[in-house]
């Protein structure tokens, strides 16, 4: 049935199999969820003379003049006239001699394509065509489907192959997998109804509707589909906990850090450690995620955690995505850990020959209770002797495979349990998102902020008031505090360009405003980081501010995430109306950590466009991180919220988690019963919309 492989298609051979099984398309299956990305009406006749330029229509009429010339290269030149009087003239660069003499003046046909202004009125480029008989021919009554393009199969072919296997559907009792008191009460079609629909839409059906990809047929498929995508990951989560992990109670250190604390804990600190403490006390592993705004106090949160498997004689582990952030946590650890005699060791990239060899031994033998590091925790080499607490901080930076991969290192060592994790996020993302990206963990809310901090008050400014900032931060420094000035990227580097070149077209944006800053505030220590300095440079610089050395650092984007100076209570943003609401919100988490009132100027360049106003506005109306997130939402989709290709969240055929988000409460809704009242049904789902792997997104 749906499993068919594709060489069961008539003129499907194994080098077009080949070709479409690329595009991870093997089955009848695929062909029948690989839908149209728009449609083309031949259902009706448009006289010429009512042509639009620009508006797609099919026209029928008679050859009134053929002209074959040459101007540079061959060109085939047929004007065509109908009742309504109206002359369009068809015009081919590419045709063989046969071609060209089937256009007999007098002979009638059908042809498709978008008129444009030509020199003699409307022209159509290598529209689609068809000769007609002199007898009237029907028009059909369904809009032809065309399908993204793929390579090595021409547009015919692949849309008589979808054809085909759509004609091999079978009937709805033996398609349709969701119950129908599950469907009736949302108004959505059957399965076999709504892939006809989509695929070979009725004359009259809802056009603007279809394009949107909202239409009722849309929406059945989007919602079976994120239902067998939150299945999967519930399943996966439900293998999980099949596992062995070790319970960690031993709660000594834990009260020992606590009296050791300058501070006590929020009241939502302590709430989300004491749901990570009854997770970790079970003899299966803890998969949590714990959400925090920046500055909510997630670290002291994570080395609580770490106490109660340095208590029980194991090994934590912290990884943070850049060298910068870790070793900030580095220092707050080790501080933190020191008076209780825990042993702290440090993995990094940079940490090479004699000291990685020591690290090395000291993780493996078990003497390094808590180690701290980068990706390079994860490399070949590493190996934990009982490794039974795994802390991800900045998930939104790695992937679903590297938080796999450092739970597998746990696997290796002294037991055969597999380590409890604790993933930790600054980029809160709304509920209902957050329970289909992460529908393998349970997530926690720090949603409160340490005593004593004032919330910053935003800004935004037209970028010709850039001089009176610097008369701000003069104020600022004058007065004993710290300032950012954050660089973003000016020019898009083109499109292949990739990264790389952002990031130094970034670094060069950053060197300029450095120099001019500094020759404006002689009186001032400028200190300058951006992503092309070598990594140690960078940290001289950063350790140079925290300690109050630099009075203002001129930075790229690399500041983002995780930065703690307290003392920095203003930061300016160029090009503010660039980045979008995470990052902006990110960026401003860096001022408001101490007592001092902060604000962050928001830097623009006029005209803003909608989206960017409307972001701006939002910044000025709310620090509040979950608020910015469901607005970012709207505003960007999930796919950027969650940061793109790095979040791991699978990759969709259809759906889209923006468009598609108010269904997103059915959904894990079902996904809850049928679970418990119908398992083989919900492999099924899985089964024929993610197949045996999720497809990971950039995995
Ligand atoms: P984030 O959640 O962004 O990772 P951090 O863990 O870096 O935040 O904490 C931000 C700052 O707040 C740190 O300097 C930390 O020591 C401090 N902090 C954390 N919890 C509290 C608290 N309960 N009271 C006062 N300060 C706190
Ligand atoms: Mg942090």
Same mark, same amino acid.
């Given at each position: 049935m749906g499993d068919a492989p594709l060489t069961t298609l008539s003129g499907c051979g194994p080098k077009v199999a080949a070709k479409l099984s690329e595009r991870g398309l093997s089955c009848l299956q695929d062909l029948w969820l690989q839908l149209p990305r728009r449609y083309e009406d031949r259902t009706r006749i448009t006289p010429i003379a009512m042509l639009q330029p620009g508006v797609a229509a099919q026209v029928e009429g008679r050859v009134e003049a053929v002209e074959r010339g040459f101007r540079y290269r061959p060109v085939l030149r047929v004007a065509i006239g109908d009742e309504s009087r109206g002359t369009l003239v068809l015009r081919f660069f590419h045709f063989r001699a046969a071609q060209a003499a089937q256009? &007999?003046?007098g002979t009638r046909l059908r042809c498709y394509g978008t008129p444009r202004s030509g020199q003699n009125g409307l022209e159509m480029v290598h529209p689609s065509y068809r000769m007609l008989g002199e007898v009237d021919e029907d028009l059909g009554d369904l809009l032809d489907p065309v399908y993204p393009a793929i390579e090595g199969v021409g547009p015919a072919t692949l849309r008589r192959m979808i054809g085909q296997a759509l004609d091999r559907l079978p009937p709805d009792d033996a398609l349709e997998l969701l119950p129908a008191p599950m469907l009736e009460p949302l108004g959505l079609p059957p399965l076999r109804q709504a892939l006809l629909t989509v695929h070979r839409p009725p004359r009259d059906a809802d056009l603007a509707a279809l394009l949107a990809g909202i239409h009722p047929a849309q929406r059945r498929l989007a919602l079976e589909e994120l239902l067998a995508h939150h299945l999967s990951l519930r399943r996966q989560r439900i293998a999980q906990q099949a596992h062995a992990a070790a319970p960690l109670c031993d709660d000594r250190l834990v009260h020992e850090l606590l009296r050791q604390l300058p501070f006590a804990l929020t009241s939502a600190q302590q709430r989300v450690f004491g749901e990570i403490r009854v997770d970790l006390a079970r003899p299966s592993p803890m998969l949590r995620l714990v959400q925090g705004d920046v500055g909510s106090g997630k670290t002291v949160v994570a080395a609580l955690a770490a106490m109660l498997a340095v208590a029980a004689g194991k090994q934590a582990a912290l990884m943070a995505p850049t060298e910068l952030l870790a070793e900030q946590h580095l220092a707050n650890l080790a501080g933190w850990l020191a008076p209780l005699g825990v042993r702290v060791a440090w993995l990094a990239g940079k940490v090479t020959g004699r000291a990685r060899t020591r690290a090395l031994a000291e993780v493996a033998s078990g003497e390094a209770q808590l180690v701290v590091g980068t990706?390079?925790?994860?490399?070949?080499?590493?190996?934990?002797?009982?490794?039974a607490l795994a802390i991800i901080d900045e998930?939104?930076?790695?992937?679903v495979h590297q938080r796999l991969a450092l739970r597998e290192k746990g696997r290796a060592g002294a037991s055969a349990a597999v380590p409890h994790q604790l993933v930790m996020t600054a980029t809160p993302i709304p509920r209902t998102l957050a329970m289909s990206a992460y529908a393998d963990l349970d997530v926690s809310a720090i949603d409160e902020l340490p005593p004593g901090r004032t919330p910053v008050q935003t800004v935004a400014l037209s970028a010709e008031r850039r001089p009176e900032l610097v008369e701000r931060i003069r104020a600022a420094c004058a007065e004993g505090r710290q300032a950012y000035w954050v660089c973003t990227l000016i020019e898009e580097p083109g499109?292949?360009?990739g990264a790389g070149a952002a990031m130094k077209v970034e670094a060069q944006a950053a060197e300029t405003t450095f120099e001019s800053l500094s020759n404006q505030l002689p009186e001032l220590s400028v200190g300058l980081v951006h992503g092309r300095m070598k990594p140690a440079e960078k940290q001289a610089t950063m350790a140079a501010f925290k300690a109050g050395a630099i009075d203002l650092l001129v930075a790229t984007?690399?500041?983002? &995430?995780?930065v703690d100076v307290p003392n920095a209570s203003l930061m300016i943003i160029e090009n503010a109306e660039r980045l979008g609401l995470a990052q902006l919100h990110q960026l401003r988490?860096?001022?408001?950590?101490?007592?001092a009132v902060s604000s962050c100027v928001l830097l623009y360049r006029s005209p803003l466009s909608q989206v960017a106003r409307e972001r701006l506005q939002t910044m000025r109306e709310t620090n509040d991180g979950f608020l910015i997130a469901e607005r970012d939402l709207s505003l960007r989709g999930p796919g950027e919220l969650l940061g793109t290709r790095q979040t791991g969240v699978a990759e969709f055929r259809l759906a889209d988690l923006a468009r598609d988000a108010d269904l997103l409460p059915q959904v894990h809704d079902m996904a809850e019963r049928l679970l418990c009242t119908d398992p083989a049904v919900a492999d099924r789902l899985v089964q024929r919309w993610v197949g045996g792997a999720v497809r990971f997104a950039g995995a």
């Open positions: 256009f &007999v003046p990706h390079a925790l994860m490399q070949e080499g590493v190996a934990f002797h009982d490794l998930q939104h930076r790695f992937g499109e292949d360009t984007t690399v500041i983002e &995430v995780g988490g860096r001022v408001g950590r101490g007592s």
